[in-house]
């Protein structure tokens, strides 16, 4: 029996016009979003990460009402007769303490992600180049307010009473953010040029250790060894928290809030162009 071979049809196939048509989106070519559009939708996405591992919300939560607890018992007695008297002194700034130690989050979650890789997805987006990190950063204010919220919970429960009334609280939260969402672009761009989290976490704390423990938080610099009054005169925790205490007491300090205001707009230039300067080369 001889069996015949049909040869294959090697003729190449092109499609027409109309199934060309027929498979791509119809309509307009959506509009390329805009910065902020693009930053509040990576801001967005940060929060998302939030409700889907609600586990991160306890260092915003738990670690401010340990610290406010431990020291105001702690010092409270010794430093000011009652942990109540020492409490209306230490509250804005174990606040302040508080929130710029979680800043460093930011630089490790960022690690985190450029380690995953997903950050090489996102620079292939037409999208503003800079919402990506922007968009992280805005996620984490979500963070710092409610960080300071807590704390001032749980400092009116133990008897914390700001003679600044409910505007001078804002005004100092409002100080406190702006100073933080400045601060973690120090944070990002040590998330880009380290290797690992690990690092991003010891090097961040190496440097928030001294700046927040050798500063006016927990005692007046007038009591302090005349060479550590020198450092915590510069240091910017220190100029941060006279801020937030003068205008939650309702006697503002304009020297310190012009300061901590145009040390915010300095350290948001400057890391902020170091960190997209990284970022478009890495």
């Known amino acids: 029996m001889s069996t015949t071979t049909v040869a294959p049809d090697t003729t190449a196939y092109t499609p027409s016009v109309e199934t060309i048509a027929a498979v791509l989106a119809p309509g307009v070519k959506p509009r390329r979003p805009g910065p902020l559009s693009a930053s509040l939708t990576f801001g967005w996405r940060a929060m998302l990460k939030i409700k889907h591992v609600p586990e991160q919300l306890f260092d915003v939560t738990m670690f401010p009402i340990i610290m406010t607890l431990m020291f105001t018992y702690l010092f409270g007695g010794a430093l000011a007769g009652s942990p109540r008297e020492y409490l209306q002194y230490l509250l804005p700034g174990i606040m302040v303490t508080s929130v710029v130690m979680i800043t460093m989050y930011t630089g490790v979650g960022l690690n985190t992600d450029i380690e995953k890789g997903v950050f090489d997805r996102f620079r292939t987006l037409a999208v503003?180049?800079?919402?990506?990190?922007?968009?992280?950063?805005?996620?984490?204010?979500?963070?710092?307010?409610?960080?300071?919220?807590?704390?001032?919970?749980?400092?009116?429960?133990?008897?914390?009473?700001?003679?600044?009334?409910?505007?001078?609280?804002?005004?100092?939260?409002?100080?406190?953010?702006?100073?933080?969402?400045?601060?973690?672009?120090?944070?990002?761009?040590?998330?880009?040029?380290?290797?690992?989290?690990?690092?991003?976490?010891?090097?961040?704390?190496?440097?928030?250790?001294?700046?927040?423990?050798?500063?006016?938080?927990?005692?007046?610099?007038?009591?302090?060894?005349?060479?550590?009054q020198a450092f915590v005169d510069v240091n910017p925790i220190t100029h941060l928290v006279a801020a937030v205490r003068s205008v939650m007491a309702g006697a503002p300090d304009a020297g310190a809030i012009t300061w901590v205001l145009v040390a915010s707009a300095v350290c948001t230039a400057v890391f902020g162009a170091l960190t997209m300067y990284r970022y478009n080369r890495k």
């Open 128 to 228: 503003w180049r800079p919402a990506a990190l922007v968009g992280m950063i805005l996620g984490d204010v979500l963070r710092y307010v409610l960080a300071a919220t807590v704390i001032m919970g749980v400092g009116m429960v133990l008897g914390f009473r700001p003679g600044g009334g409910v505007m001078g609280v804002l005004a100092g939260i409002g100080l406190l953010v702006v100073f933080s969402f400045a601060f973690s672009w120090i944070w990002t761009w040590l998330g880009l040029i380290l290797r690992s989290e690990k690092s991003v976490m010891g090097v961040s704390m190496l440097v928030l250790f001294p700046l927040t423990f050798l500063s006016n938080v927990f005692v007046q610099p007038t009591t302090m060894p005349g060479w550590l």
